[in-house]
């Protein structure tokens, strides 16, 4: 029998993805409306998930958020939300999930990537420019080498042709999983 794992990043402008045997089988954004999470709809995905695919196992890997500095109040407070809706829902249903910290699932997918790094217009003391690490655009470099097939732009979005980050993470997130739980 085969596990199906699913792959979540958990933002308002996340995305869920699913994998059976290393198959994609679901790549969507996070159901959203009106800046509020469709939990109806994502607690539907889930059911039909473990429904529609003789699976042995399901395992459920979301990233292991928590409230940021210079972060609104507002910004936060939705994060927890995230967290805690998932964790429910996850609970609720009797689905097994782990959560996994940004920087692990980063350090496992990116191995033999060079990190883009951005210009934060900021200088040293020694009056060198400051760089910082572009995840999003580490990731979709990653993802595009672990899956050069897959659509990023996620089920439903028709006219998109940009890779949506939330799908992406969600990819990599789901990838992590497979490979390491």
């Given at each position: 029998m085969s596990k199906l794992y699913?792959?979540?990043?958990?933002?308002?402008?996340?995305?869920?993805?699913a994998k059976i045997d290393g198959k994609i089988i679901e790549s969507i954004v996070m159901p959203t409306k009106a800046k509020f999470y469709l939990t109806g709809e994502i607690y539907k995905l889930f059911t039909n998930l473990v429904d529609s695919y003789e699976t042995e196992e399901v395992m459920i890997c979301f990233e292991d958020i928590h409230s940021m500095f210079r972060s609104s109040a507002t910004a936060n407070f939705g994060m927890g939300f995230a967290a805690g809706f998932l964790e429910g829902l996850c609970s609720g249903m009797g689905l097994p999930f782990i959560k996994v910290q940004p920087k692990k699932w980063q350090e496992?997918?990116?191995q033999g990537i060079q990190p883009i790094k951005i210009n934060t217009g900021e200088k040293t003391k020694q009056g060198n420019i400051k760089y910082k690490t572009d995840t999003k655009g580490t990731?979709?470099?990653?993802?595009?080498r672990l899956?050069?097939?897959a659509d990023?732009?996620?089920r439903g979005r028709t006219r998109a042709?940009?890779?949506?980050?939330?799908?992406?993470d969600a990819l990599l997130i789901c990838h992590y999983a497979e490979q390491n739980l």
């Amino acid at each position: 029998m085969s596990k199906l794992y699913i792959g979540i990043d958990p933002g308002k402008n996340g995305g869920i993805v699913a994998k059976i045997d290393g198959k994609i089988i679901e790549s969507i954004v996070m159901p959203t409306k009106a800046k509020f999470y469709l939990t109806g709809e994502i607690y539907k995905l889930f059911t039909n998930l473990v429904d529609s695919y003789e699976t042995e196992e399901v395992m459920i890997c979301f990233e292991d958020i928590h409230s940021m500095f210079r972060s609104s109040a507002t910004a936060n407070f939705g994060m927890g939300f995230a967290a805690g809706f998932l964790e429910g829902l996850c609970s609720g249903m009797g689905l097994p999930f782990i959560k996994v910290q940004p920087k692990k699932w980063q350090e496992y997918c990116w191995q033999g990537i060079q990190p883009i790094k951005i210009n934060t217009g900021e200088k040293t003391k020694q009056g060198n420019i400051k760089y910082k690490t572009d995840t999003k655009g580490t990731s979709l470099v990653a993802v595009q080498r672990l899956y050069p097939k897959a659509d990023l732009c996620g089920r439903g979005r028709t006219r998109a042709t940009k890779p949506h980050d939330g799908v992406v993470d969600a990819l990599l997130i789901c990838h992590y999983a497979e490979q390491n739980l």
